[in-house]
Structure formats: structure tokens, C-alpha cells
């Protein structure tokens, strides 16, 4: 399977910004499509941003004009640029991403992808006011 990593998290002051990163790792991978998703204390976990292979985003009203996802199927990786932080943007935040994979050099040699659907462990955000 593809295991997926955050960083990036940590406490900021209500203003400022941090930069998601989330790293997939596999021999081989195309990302099809990635969402970053946070989950405050007390509440259901929200889908914040998603992105898909045409380029298309999507965002949550909350974080409009405030956050961007990216990805780079180069670097296997996935971010969010969060500006303008506010104190309800605490969370846990989870990285989802979806697409295919190789397992090795073999699989790719003989074109045999694997569908993957993988989750990271999440990174804590926490903004003071």
C-alpha cells in the first residue's frame, strides 16, 4: 500500500501561516486526486481542500481566499497553504489521496499498477488569538 506523512503542523499566532506537506511514498505513484481534512475536538471530521488530476480545487467556505492545495506527482507530495490563520482553524489535520501506484521496477516494466486510497496520521494546528 502507499503510506502517507504530514508535517508542516504546529502553533501559530491567529494571522499567520503554515505550509502543509504530505509525502506519499511508493516505487512509483500518480496521484489522481488528494484532500486535506481536519477534525477539532468535539467535532466531525471536514474536508478543507481537494484537488483532482485536471487541476480542479475545491475548497470549504471557511478557508476560501485563505488556504491552497497543490500537488506534485515529482515529488509525491501534497500541500496546503494556509494563510491568515484563525483560532477555529485548530484541528488535526489528515491528508487523503488517491491513484495508482507501482509496487517496484518490475511492476512497472510490466504495466501493472495498484489502486490506492491512503490516509496519513495527521498533524496537529493550533492558532492563538
Known amino acids: 500500500q502507499v503510506h502517507l506523512v504530514e508535517s508542516g503542523g504546529g502553533l501559530v499566532q491567529s494571522g499567520g501561516s503554515l505550509r502543509l506537506s504530505c509525502v506519499a511514498s511508493?516505487?512509483?505513484?500518480?496521484?489522481?486526486?488528494a484532500g486535506w481534512y481536519r477534525q477539532a475536538p468535539g467535532k466531525q471530521r471536514e474536508l478543507v481542500a481537494s484537488i483532482f488530476g485536471s487541476g480542479n480545487t475545491n475548497y470549504a467556505d471557511s478557508v476560501k481566499s485563505r488556504f491552497s492545495i497543490s500537488a506534485d506527482n515529482a515529488k509525491k507530495t501534497v500541500y496546503l497553504q494556509m494563510n491568515s490563520l484563525k483560532p477555529e482553524d485548530t484541528a488535526v489535520y489528515y491528508c487523503n489521496a488517491r491513484g495508482l501506484y507501482f509496487a517496484d521496477s518490475r511492476a512497472l516494466r510490466d504495466a501493472r499498477p495498484r489502486d490506492f486510497d491512503s490516509w496519513g496520521q495527521g498533524t496537529q494546528v493550533t492558532v492563538r488569538s
Open positions: 511508493a516505487f512509483n505513484l500518480n496521484i489522481n486526486s
